[in-house]
């Protein structure tokens, strides 16, 4: 990843942020990810007054990515409103993981700007064997 394609990613995320729809919770989520062959795809979290219905930004943005036909990521950024790291959820590391390449690394930025660097194999460290369902 390249530094022009790092404060893209995170100036998408920080984007994305602004587009969320979050009237329940008032939790604004953005996030971003870089694709193997450097395109970059935004998300911003979305609930709904069914609450397990809601999606989070990270799969939003990864699904926008298969939707467009791409199958592998080497960047994620997420970001919120709170000036503390957050990240992602069991479920969206289930989802990066996925489409991770070897070396994905995730990007932890605060509200105000701070940028914290994750290897994404450090945050799920043991994912299912994948070739072992793929036929
Ligand atoms: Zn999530």
Do not use: W
Request: one cysteine or more; proline letters at 4%.
């Amino acid at each position: 990843m390249t530094t022009a394609q790092r404060r893209e990613l995170i100036a998408r995320a920080v984007a994305a942020k602004e587009t969320s729809y979050s009237p329940y919770s008032r939790f604004r989520v953005g996030a971003a990810v870089l694709t193997d062959d450097g395109n970059i795809f935004d998300g911003c979290n979305v609930e709904n007054a069914s609450y397990g219905l809601a999606i989070c930004a990270e799969r939003n943005a990864i699904f926008r990515m298969a939707h467009a036909g791409h199958r592998s990521l080497v960047a994620v950024a997420v970001t919120s409103d709170h000036t503390s790291f957050i990240t992602p959820c069991g479920a969206c590391r289930q989802v990066i993981a996925e489409f991770a390449a070897k070396g994905t690394v995730v990007l932890l930025v605060s509200a105000k700007g701070r940028v914290k660097r994750v290897p994404f194999e450090r945050i799920f460290p043991t994912p299912p064997d994948l070739a072992s369902l793929k036929k």
